[in-house]
Every structure is written in C-alpha cells, then in structure tokens.
DNA sequence: TTGCAACTGTTATTCACCATAACTGTTGCT
DNA sequence: AGCAACAGTTATGGTGAATAACAGTTGCAA
C-alpha cells in the first residue's frame, strides 16, 4: 500500500499526523485562530520553523484540517447506508439526516471549520469541492426515486440546467442515482440532495455554535421537522 | 437628544464611529481576521494604544460591530412590515424573507459576522441576545394565525414548553404576536419564526459564503423553495 | 478667570506568532 | 562508501495586541 514507501515517507506522515492531532486540539479548545505552529511545535517539542517542513504554512495546516473533516464525514455518511437493509427513501433520508448531524455533534469545532465562514466571494479549491460532493453524493441516491410537489418545480428546474451545462456533474449524479438518466431526473435528485444540505445545516449549524444555548427549546424537534417535511416536499414513500 | 451631551462625549462617538467605519472596511477586505487595531490607527492618522481610549480592546470593536449589524438588520426588517398595507400572513412572510435575504447579500460580512462560528458552547452576551430577538420579532407576527401541519406538532410542543417556562418570553412573543394569548398559540409563533431562521440562515449563509460560488444554479430559486413550503406546512393564508 | 481633573494622545516596551535564511547533523539509497 | 535528500537547529525580521509611563489640551466648576 502506498504506506510502505519507505521508512521516510512512513515517519514524515506520521509526524504529519501527530502535527495535525495536536492542531485539533488546539481547534477545540480555542476556536481556529488560536491553532498556533509555534505552540504545535512546542508541544511537540520541535522548535518552531521544524513544522514548515511538513506543512508549507499555517493555512496549508488547516486545509488539511478541512480535507480530513470531509473526508471523515463523507465516510460516516457513506458508511451509514448500507446498514439499513432495503431502505424506503424515506427511511434511507432519516438515516442519513441523523448520521449527519450526529456527526456534527461529535465533531463541532471540525464542522464550524468545514461550513465556516471564508470570504464573501471566496471559491474552495476543487479538491475541496470534490470533496463537498462525495458528502452529498449519499444524499443524491434518496432523491432518485421521488414525486415532488410543484412548489420545488423552478428549483428543479434550476438544478436540470445546471446538470445539462455540466457533463461531469451529470455523470457524478448518475454515479450515485443509476436511474436518473435523464437531466430531469438527475436535477430532481439535486434539488433534493442540496435542500437537505441547506437545511441541514441551517438548523445544524445554529445549534453547535452556540445560538441556541439560552433557548429553552429542543434543538433535535427542529432538525426532525425539516428532514420530515423535507421527505413530504418530494414525496417520497 | 442624546448626542448633545456636551462636545467632548459628542467627538467621542465621533471617533468611535471612524474606527469602526475602517473596521468594516478592512472585514470586507479580508474578513475578520484582518480587523487589526495598528492599521486602523495608522489609517486615521494615530498611533497605536490611542485606539484603546476607544474600545477595551480588539474584542470590544469587534463586539460593537456586531451590535450594529444585529440592529441594521432587524432596523431593516421592521422597515420592512408596513410596506405592506393589509398583508395576508403569506405574503407578510415574503416580504420578511425577502428583506432579510437582500440585507444579508447587501452586508455579507457582516452577515457572517452575526451568524459565524464563535466557539461550540459559546453563549452569547445577553445584549446580544435581545438584539438578535429584535430581529427574530417580525417573524413572530406572521405565524400568530397559521394551521400548522402534524410534522411541526413536536416542534411546537417544545417551543410550547419553553414559553411555558419563560415568562419574559411569553411576554415578548405576545409584545409582537397579541393574539397568542396561550402558550400553545406562542409557541406556535415561535415555532414558525425559528423555522424561518433557521431555514433562512441555511440557505443563505452558505450562498454568502461562496459555498454556492462553482454550482450553476440559482440561489434564489432555493431561498424561495424553503420560504414557500414554510408558508405551506404552518398553512398560511 | 482660573485651575484642575478628565480626556486624548504620545513613545517605549513586552509578548506571541508567522515566516525565512543559513547552517548542521543524519540517513537511506545507489 | 559516499552523497543527496531530509529533518532539525539557531538567528532574524516583521506584524500585531496590549500595557505602562508620560505629556499636552480642554471643558467646566468654583
């Protein structure tokens, strides 16, 4: 495997690993501004410009950061369909909603990191965006067999130009959803797939950093209705 | 008024609105990290510690620009209702999230200022608190006549419960929603408002975060999904 | 009108952190 | 056996937050 490349590479990774553990930590506990190189390299007991070996700078340490956090999160996503044998999309969708967020919740400061905000205007780089997609890619499948109500129609009709402009979108949703051949199909599936996300996150995103703290409701109530309603929007069985 | 006590206090806010003027100016630039007390002062002709006679420290500017930004925004929101002569609960929610949507993609920075990630666990200042309830109330009043759908009835329990518990709260809904004399009325007007948050946030703090920026479909047409069927699960008229 | 207390500003200094340069010892591979 | 790549070091420079110590200005009260 590609682990055995060499006593070297095998050690520069796992230094690489222990550097971005200790950034995790760093990240938990203070939020991103206070991932310091120099305290890393402390704690390490390296001395400060030892770390620019392994990482070129600060931001390049925290893409890092931000490609593992996808990385994880696809793979819980996509290690949670299998488990329910043969799913309703309807079921399949709360499986995945909840394995979602209960991600999230196990990893806060990982997801304010991902979904946080960079500039206005700000476009991730594409390794990044074709990480977001293996994210949503679980999503996609739950979509393919629905039968939206007509207050979802110009969104999907949205998302169907979209696929017809874009070929290698088209063959990444029909990678996820076989049966969504048609641009329509495949918009269809989109428009499912990224409301969860907005939603998703919407309610998500509000809970773990903090701005739900001093309400006095149940955060889980809220996340339940738009997965549910969200399912009623596409009809699904 | 309040701005005429004496020269002195009157320069004082003066100066105080200078530097956050060049505040903002340097978060549109390059987010709020590159907010630097230096650069400000160097920037206004001072040196340095004199920012300081201004605000505590970094944190206090900061703080105060996200006053203003929750007060900007729910100014404009309440600017907002009685454009509308003698709206349906329907089209007074419209209205509302069409307001806030052009507020955000008018101030994105500062959007994500209010909205961005502060520490998972951080509980807001109670001033902030109020503030950004200013900008929840206008919600509150579309959803005091609405026939929910069965899918939010748990959510409208737990908001129930909460204005059960809370009587500033109970009081406060009822200061925008006078019809919601009971709980169960208030906490149904919560319920719809939270929704609208929340779904409101997750549409739009990821399109103002760019998140949208390499995806060729139209953010609008998702706002406007996620608005409707809110209108259409609380069956507003 | 005078005088002082509060206010506004200054320079000097410390500390934390990012980053680069220049250099040295180690090690794995040919 | 030997060298090139690698992993680490100290020295240095730059930026920014924050505090201390000090000095000029001004509103206002006696």
Redesign the interface.
């Known amino acids: 495997m590609a682990t055995s490349a060499g006593p070297r590479a095998r050690y520069r990774e796992q230094t690489r690993t222990e550097i971005k553990q200790v950034a995790l930590r760093q990240l938990a506990e203070?939020?991103l501004?206070s991932i310091a190189l120099t305290r890393i390299a402390k704690e390490l007991g390296l001395s400060g410009p030892a770390l620019y070996r392994y990482f070129a700078n600060r931001d390049d340490l925290v893409s890092a950061l931000i490609r593992d956090a996808y990385d994880d999160m696809a793979a819980a996503l996509n290690a949670a369909v299998p488990a329910e044998p043969h799913p309703s999309p309807r079921n399949l969708l709360y499986t995945l909603a909840r394995c979602y967020r209960a991600w999230v919740l196990d990893h806060?400061?990982r997801y304010?990191l991902i979904?946080?905000?960079?500039?206005?205007?700000?476009?991730?780089p594409p390794d990044t965006?074709a990480r977001?997609r293996a994210a949503l890619g679980p999503f996609v499948a739950v979509f393919e067999h629905a039968d939206p109500?007509p207050?979802?129609a110009?969104?999907v009709?949205?998302?169907t130009?979209?696929v017809r402009?874009?070929p290698d979108?088209a063959t990444w949703v029909r990678g996820h959803a076989p049966t969504a051949q048609t641009p329509e199909a495949a918009g269809q599936a989109?428009a499912g797939a990224?409301?969860a996300?907005?939603?998703?996150?919407?309610?998500v995103?509000?809970e773990?950093?903090?701005?739900f703290?001093?309400?006095?409701?149940?955060p889980r109530?809220?996340f339940?209705?738009?997965v549910?309603?969200l399912a009623?929007?596409f009809g699904l069985d």
């Open positions: 203070g939020g501004p806060p400061h304010l979904a946080g905000s960079p500039l206005p205007g700000y476009s991730a965006l977001a109500q207050a979802v110009a969104l009709a949205s998302m130009a979209w402009d874009d979108l989109m990224v409301l996300w907005t939603r998703g996150h919407g309610a995103s509000l773990v950093s903090g701005q703290e001093q309400m006095g409701h149940n109530a809220l339940e209705v738009e549910d309603t009623d929007i």
